[in-house]
């Protein structure tokens, strides 16, 4: 049987740092991240692939923000669906055309994808996840009033809008994404891990502003497809201990039981490495078999166990 690998694109490999994020660029930084993804392609592999949408969907609110009074501005949710679009087509076009390059005959689908979460989720209550532009504390008590948000201080004088982040209950349209992936066709879905979405007091779909963790999206996606094989594309090459200190130390591999033990010694932040090691923990309980943290620039490597951090189970 082929190895299945469920593959999660860090906001980087679309937008990079210092960028003013144009499409064009955007379009580049797609195309040069997907020859290395290649290298799943070569090896055989059936593939789903997600991303993250932070920097997109950002925009997206900006936009908004200097349009509101000649535009209606739409609800974040939409944004996150808008995004999964304009994204899915980046990738899928840029993908495909480096299938044709490599003569590849496999197809490349994007799937807008609904992502249930729960309504008794604590973020939602108090949200805390920071999006779009950064405000002076009159202006965004301007914007709250206005557009009945709640705003924080991320840093000293710089307010910015917050909303819930609640966990993924369960993705939606499983069977429909385990069916084309199985038969070979490479998937985009679940893209900035998902659109939020619940059941209303009429058990009918309804629409959450709101972010969904999408490194956890991603872990449960890959227990639906039936990945073996998990890989978290981010901006570093691998995990450290003592991160940015000047003993700082590289994982090459760990197992759960000691990722949990390090996060109890506080070597992953909540905000930004921890998350990805919670969801690579969730995917090996459920039938997983390896989960690897690296860049883009090492993927090729990564496959064959030579960079990057493997997490494996005890």
Known sequence: ??????????????SQKGQAGTIYEQFANTRQSLEEIMEFVKQDYNLCLTHGNGPQVGDELLRMDLTYDVVPPLPLGVCVAGTQGTIGYMIQQSFQNALRAGKVDREVVTLVTQVMVNTDDPSIANPAKYVGKRYSESEAQIMAEQFSWTVKEQEKGQWRRVVPSPDPDFVMHGISIRTLVEAG?????AGGGGIPVYNNEDHKLDGLDA?????????KLGRVIRAQEYYIITDVEQVYLNYGETDQEPIHIMTNEEANQYQEEGHFQKGSMWPKIRSAIYFLKHHGEKAIITNIQNVRKAINGEAGTTIVNA
């Open 1 to 14: 049987m082929k190895k299945t690998a469920i593959i999660a694109l860090g906001g980087n490999a679309l």
């Open 185 to 189: 066709t490479v998937v985009l879905a």
């Open 211 to 219: 972010v969904i963790d999408k490194d956890l999206t991603a872990a």
